[in-house]
């Protein structure tokens, strides 16, 4: 089973793109995160509800900063910057940016609103965390 399956599942419980990449991630990788820590992502969902930056990229961002970070960022920044601007590559190489307000044109639609980018989201986040040695438990 790939994120992308895992994703999915969780997207058609009607969590939004960050909130469904997040537990995914989460249940997918072993990131030891709760039910209540999940909120803290909730409100970057459609680019944080303004067309932003895709609720989905921050989520990744947040499941490798939750892998990386041992105290603060500052003190891994020689490594973690890097490792965050592979995220962002591998976001925008598989949806062709990383605004909402431009991804939504090409990967949304009415009936499945934001689950094509949910699971492109979880294909550049599984490449990512393949980069950085990380696998599934």
Do not use: W
């Not at 994703?7 to 030891?32: D, P």
């Not at 067309?51 to 947040?62: D, E, K, Q, V």
């Not at 090409?106 to 599984?126: D, G, P, R, Y």
Request: one cysteine or more; aromatic letters at 8%; a neutral charge.
């Amino acid at each position: 089973m790939a994120l992308e399956d895992v994703v999915e599942r969780v997207y058609k419980q009607g969590f939004n793109c960050s909130e469904s990449l997040i537990q995914a991630a989460n249940e997918y990788y072993g990131l030891h995160l709760t039910q209540d820590e999940y909120k803290l992502i909730s409100g970057f969902g459609g680019g944080m509800f303004v067309g932003s930056t895709c609720g989905a990229l921050a989520a990744s961002i947040a499941c490798v900063s939750k892998k990386e970070i041992q105290v603060k960022a500052h003190d891994q920044l020689d490594t973690f910057r890097p490792n965050i601007q592979k995220t962002v590559r591998n976001f925008k190489e598989e949806l062709g940016d990383t605004e909402c307000k431009n991804i939504k044109p090409v990967f949304h639609n009415k009936e499945i609103k934001c689950l094509n980018t949910v699971k492109h989201a979880a294909v550049a986040l599984e490449k990512t965390m393949n980069e950085l040695g990380y696998k599934p438990i």
